[in-house]
């Protein structure tokens, strides 16, 4: 694959998507903003691959031992990920996606495909996360603030 090959299926990508042109920066990369999800596109010329990496965002405080197991129980053979990886970078609680592709021969509808893929694996973590912020978030109400404690007027 070459960037030539890569930046034609941007382009290809940004006419259907009634776009201006999708370009690769000088570093071989470009950022997308699919539904709600980044996507950054970098090239690696070293390898021949394009690297698709999603950040969905920080794995809240005190669930980052738990969502940890989550995503490694997805990345076994691939069974929650799309055939993409699931990870946390170490020293941060950031979760990522990401995918290797060799697109030597691909055309825009296998392009479209695994971006579609990755994006509809990321929404699906994102929701992971956000019931993982909202359980740590109910952990830390008081039990008298709880709804069920609350006066029926104050109840949402």
Partial sequence: MSRETVQSLLSELAELAGLDDLTLDDDGSCLLRLDQVLV????????????????????????????????LDANVLFSGTGNATLGIPAGTRLVTL?????????????????????????????KRLEAHAATTAAERIPADLMPEHLPPSLRA
């Fill in 40 to 71: 950054h596109l970098e090239h690696r010329a070293d390898d021949d691959l394009l690297c698709l990496f999603c950040p969905l965002g920080d794995a809240p405080e005190p669930r980052v031992v738990a969502i940890m197991a989550e995503l």
């Fill in 98 to 126: 990401q995918r290797l592709v060799s697109v030597e021969a691909m055309d825009l509808p296998a392009f479209q495909a695994v971006l579609e893929g990755l994006v509809s694996t990321a929404e699906h973590w994102l």
